[in-house]
């Protein structure tokens, strides 16, 4: 199986740095050009399915993408974002000043860190792995898009690169960006393309502009 794993396009919250989580946050105009951009990118692949995130902004990226092919949206909750637990809604600086030691923790070591009321990031991994094992079994031989968030795309390629948890932050994960990995018998699963963007920002413009170190 070759697996398109991509990212949703951006939402308000992502330019307002706020931890969006299990909230039903939409497309902004700018997320649905993105949007539109991936589907125009990914149009002339042979696709067996799309899945998605139930969540709307991940789910709308989906419907893009599999409507040149014909195809329904596969709904997969195992492929929602993490739950924040009481970090949901609240912007960095919030959380800063109202949980700062544990706010500290998740930039240091984000592994080590249990969202109250929400979930870790091996939580995370655990449930996106046992989704993307069975799209593996199920689709032998063919290209599977599949249509996720930040956190769930990280600890994913993360797993695959067989990287733990702890190099969560080593990993850059754009909105609507494309990863490729490839699942075979005799390897098991290789890398193709991490992270790319090229088909929303021209290389020349993505190289010239200037280092971001945010990740949202």
Not at 52 to 66: F, N, Q
Not at 137 to 142: E, S, V
């Amino acid at each position: 199986m070759r697996l398109f794993l991509v990212r949703h396009g951006e939402t308000a919250w992502n330019k307002d740095e706020v931890f969006r989580g299990q909230i039903d946050v939409e497309l902004n105009e700018h997320g649905w050009e993105q949007a539109r951009r991936t589907a125009d990118a990914l149009k002339h692949l042979e696709l067996a399915a799309v899945y998605s995130s139930p969540l709307s902004r991940a789910y709308d990226t989906a419907r893009l993408i599999a409507e040149p092919h014909g195809l329904p949206v596969g709904i997969e909750s195992a492929l929602t974002d993490i739950d924040y637990g009481i970090w949901q809604g609240l912007s960095h600086q919030q959380v800063k000043q109202q949980c700062p030691g544990v706010y500290r923790l998740w930039v240091t070591a984000p592994q080590k860190v249990h969202f109250e009321k929400g979930e870790s990031l091996d939580d995370v991994k655990t449930r996106a792995l046992k989704a993307v094992k069975q799209f593996s079994r199920r689709h032998q031989g063919q290209n599977v898009v599949a249509v996720s968030h930040r956190v769930v795309n990280k600890v994913l390629l993360c797993a695959l690169l067989g990287l733990d948890s702890s190099h969560f932050w080593s990993l850059r994960q754009d909105t609507c960006a494309i990863n490729v990995a490839e699942f075979d018998g005799q390897h098991g699963c290789i890398i193709r393309h991490l992270n790319e963007t090229s088909h929303i920002q021209p290389l020349a413009e993505l190289f010239s502009a200037a280092v971001q170190t945010a990740d949202f």
